[in-house]
């Protein structure tokens, strides 16, 4: 796997079409601990340019790491969001906090 272009200050596990009602899936990860680096961004992410595409934080991962959304565009009403990955990251104090991919 490839190195961050940024310092490590989280470390996440991917999981697969997890369960929407259980916004933090159990079980094992299919990528499991890997390094990131999180940022929260919320200034330019509520100024996004698609209507309903907005975001809070960026997380960046190292190049290569298998991580899959269902996002595919704007005009794709249709896609199936149940694809999409989970990440979950584990905060200081051992709480997990999850992010949909879609």
Do not use: C, E
């Not at 159990?26 to 209507?51: D, E, W």
């Not at 896609?79 to 200081?92: E, G, L, M, Q, W």
Request: no cysteine; net charge positive; glycine share 6%.
């Amino acid at each position: 796997m490839a190195q961050l272009p940024v310092p490590q200050n989280v470390t996440v596990n991917i999981y697969r079409n997890a369960d929407p009602t259980a916004p933090v899936p159990t079980g094992n990860p299919a990528v499991a601990q890997v390094p990131g680096n999180i940022k929260p961004v919320m200034t330019s992410g509520r100024f996004g340019s698609a209507l309903y595409f907005k975001w809070t934080h960026l997380l960046i991962l190292p190049s290569g790491t298998d991580i899959r959304d269902a996002y595919n565009s704007q005009l794709d009403p249709s896609r199936s969001n149940n694809v999409a990955d989970t990440v979950v990251v584990t905060d200081s104090q051992g709480n997990a906090v999850s992010h949909r991919f879609r």
